[in-house]
């Protein structure tokens, strides 16, 4: 069993940068992901990292913009998030399992309970 537990979130003006937290508690040797689900919109993968963070993937629609990265010692995965727009407006979630294909598919076996994000221009 994995709990997550998001932080980060807030109110920022279009072009700034932000980096959402993700720490984990239970067991380890997962991969680790990041989703948004804007209103009114379906949940959207963002990106992944495995375990040793030794390979990521992201969606196009934030490949160069967004950045993923893990500490392991911490247990915290890291989203880190530039030149925001106020398209970027969501609820971000964090996910993992023991398998990335299984995040980078949207079904991770574990959620945290989401954090929002505003961008205001």
């Known amino acids: 069993q994995v709990q997550l537990v998001e932080s980060g979130g807030g109110l920022v003006q279009a072009g700034d940068s932000l980096r959402l937290s993700c720490a984990a508690s239970g067991r380890t040797f997962y991969a680790m992901g990041w989703f948004r689900q804007a209103p009114g919109k379906e949940r959207e993968f963002l990106a992944a990292i495995l375990w040793s963070g030794g390979l990521t993937n992201y969606a196009d629609s934030v490949k160069g913009r967004f950045t993923i990265s893990r500490d392991n010692s911490k247990n915290t995965a890291y989203l880190e998030m530039n030149t925001l727009t106020p398209e970027d407006t969501a609820v971000y979630y964090c996910?993992?399992?023991?398998?990335?294909?299984?995040?980078?598919?949207?079904?991770?076996?574990?959620w945290g309970q989401g954090t929002q994000v505003t961008v205001y221009s």
């Open positions: 996910a993992a399992d023991p398998k990335i294909i299984m995040v980078v598919d949207g079904k991770p076996a574990w």
